[in-house]
């Protein structure tokens, strides 16, 4: 009896400690359960873009837009027939379709499946109109001071010339959608010039007026692409019809270059005019585009390379665009700037090779 209390105190402190490592070792699973279930959980995409040997791509657009720009309104057919009542018809200036393109060079990095490319868009346009007053209408230009004449004609041109360089990339959501959001930079230059001539002024034979309106910019962009599969035919499925819809945006610091220059030439030989300074503006320009289509691409080569063709209807609108000054009848009575919008849209037509 003596021994059985003596061993039963030995043991004691050996089971107190048996039963003290086990708690800490439920703490620690318990703990370590705890972080577990709270860590947040990484999600791994697939990669959608295409494949190819060297991972190299080049990409070619053909552009046929057209241009509308706010505030075009140049001048005001007035019918003085009737006393009492004066019937006006404006005149405001079309843009006519003209074709453009736009052509690039992008790499497929290894690094979280990104891409990078650089490309260019050059599209030029131009628009006319002119009028015509027979005695005693006349008509009165909006742009150039207010001066009536019998007969006026406008040319606008447009030049359109942009950097784009982006990073981004492309990933499976599901089965049919992917999608490639992107950053990068944009930079280039939008010029307009205007040229109207009034010819049979009153109190002058002509006059002559050359307007300028050079904008260049670079800033951030950003946005994001989407191809959403319709299907797969061929033996081995390998070619893939798709819709797709791209959209984003920029915020650029820009510098305006403004002129103005208007010429009159009495009919006895006397010259009058003015050149106004002092019209350039630094501002900041946003801008937005998207597109919309039908695509198709297809592997090759045992699929060793890639092509894609889509075919879509592209918007880019562009802020603030217009920043002409418009001229009232004297420098006394004002000046204003017109302070409108650009926007470019058409169709285009998308050529890729992934070699």
Request: net charge positive; glycine share 10%.
């Given at each position: 009896?003596?021994?059985?209390?003596?061993?039963?105190?030995?043991?004691?402190?050996?089971?107190?400690?048996?039963?003290?490592?086990?708690?800490?070792?439920e703490r620690?699973?318990?703990?370590?359960?705890?972080?577990?279930?709270?860590?947040?959980?990484?999600?791994?995409?697939?990669?959608?873009?295409?494949?190819?040997?060297?991972?190299?791509?080049?990409?070619?657009?053909?552009?046929?837009?057209?241009a509308?720009?706010?505030?075009?309104?140049?001048?005001?057919?007035?019918?003085?027939?009737?006393?009492?009542?004066?019937?006006?018809?404006?005149?405001?200036?079309?843009?006519?379709?003209?074709?453009?393109?736009?052509?690039?060079?992008?790499?497929?990095?290894?690094?979280?499946?990104?891409?990078?490319?650089?490309?260019?868009?050059?599209?030029?346009?131009?628009?006319?109109?002119?009028?015509?007053?027979?005695?005693?209408?006349?008509?009165?230009?909006?742009?150039?001071?207010?001066?009536?004449?019998?007969r006026?004609?406008?040319?606008?041109?447009?030049?359109?010339?942009?950097?784009?360089?982006?990073?981004?990339?492309?990933?499976?959501?599901?089965?049919?959608?992917?999608?490639?959001?992107?950053?990068?930079?944009?930079?280039?230059?939008?010029?307009?010039?205007?040229?109207?001539?009034?010819?049979?002024?009153?109190?002058?034979?002509?006059?002559?007026?050359?307007?300028?309106n050079?904008?260049?910019?670079?800033?951030?962009?950003?946005?994001?692409?989407?191809?959403?599969?319709?299907?797969?035919?061929?033996?081995?499925?390998?070619?893939?019809?798709?819709?797709?819809?791209?959209?984003?945006?920029?915020?650029?610091?820009?510098?305006?270059?403004?002129?103005?220059?208007?010429?009159?030439?009495?009919?006895?030989?006397?010259?009058?005019?003015?050149?106004?300074?002092?019209?350039?503006?630094?501002?900041?320009?946003?801008?937005?585009?998207?597109?919309?289509?039908?695509?198709?691409?297809t592997?090759?080569?045992?699929?060793?390379?890639?092509?894609?063709?889509?075919?879509?209807?592209?918007?880019?609108?562009?802020?603030?665009?217009?920043?002409?000054?418009?001229?009232?009848?004297?420098?006394?009575?004002?000046?204003?700037?017109?302070?409108d919008?650009?926007?470019?849209?058409?169709?285009?037509?998308?050529?890729?090779?992934?070699?």
């Amino acid at each position: 009896m003596k021994y059985t209390v003596m061993l039963s105190l030995l043991a004691l402190p050996l089971c107190l400690c048996a039963e003290g490592e086990i708690s800490a070792v439920e703490r620690t699973t318990t703990k370590n359960r705890q972080q577990t279930q709270t860590r947040p959980t990484r999600v791994s995409l697939d990669s959608a873009r295409p494949e190819s040997d060297n991972g190299w791509y080049l990409f070619a657009d053909a552009l046929y837009w057209h241009a509308d720009i706010g505030s075009t309104d140049w001048a005001l057919k007035q019918d003085l027939t009737s006393p009492a009542i004066s019937k006006n018809r404006q005149r405001s200036l079309n843009f006519k379709w003209d074709w453009g393109f736009r052509a690039g060079l992008g790499a497929n990095m290894n690094h979280g499946m990104w891409d990078t490319n650089l490309y260019y868009t050059w599209f030029r346009t131009s628009g006319r109109s002119s009028v015509h007053a027979v005695v005693p209408d006349v008509v009165l230009p909006i742009l150039l001071e207010d001066a009536s004449c019998q007969r006026a004609k406008i040319r606008w041109k447009i030049h359109f010339s942009m950097f784009d360089w982006e990073l981004g990339g492309w990933y499976y959501i599901n089965d049919v959608l992917a999608i490639r959001p992107h950053v990068g930079l944009k930079g280039g230059w939008i010029n307009q010039n205007v040229r109207e001539s009034l010819t049979q002024v009153t109190g002058g034979d002509t006059a002559t007026g050359r307007l300028g309106n050079n904008f260049w910019g670079v800033g951030p962009s950003f946005g994001v692409n989407t191809l959403w599969v319709l299907g797969n035919a061929g033996e081995r499925n390998q070619h893939r019809f798709s819709l797709f819809g791209d959209c984003g945006g920029a915020l650029m610091y820009g510098h305006f270059h403004v002129k103005y220059r208007a010429r009159f030439v009495s009919s006895t030989g006397a010259i009058t005019g003015d050149d106004i300074k002092g019209l350039n503006r630094n501002l900041a320009v946003a801008m937005l585009q998207g597109i919309f289509g039908l695509s198709w691409d297809t592997g090759f080569n045992q699929n060793r390379n890639h092509f894609t063709f889509r075919l879509g209807y592209e918007l880019q609108y562009w802020f603030r665009q217009n920043q002409l000054l418009k001229r009232t009848s004297s420098l006394t009575d004002g000046t204003f700037r017109l302070s409108d919008d650009l926007a470019l849209q058409g169709v285009t037509a998308d050529f890729r090779f992934d070699f």
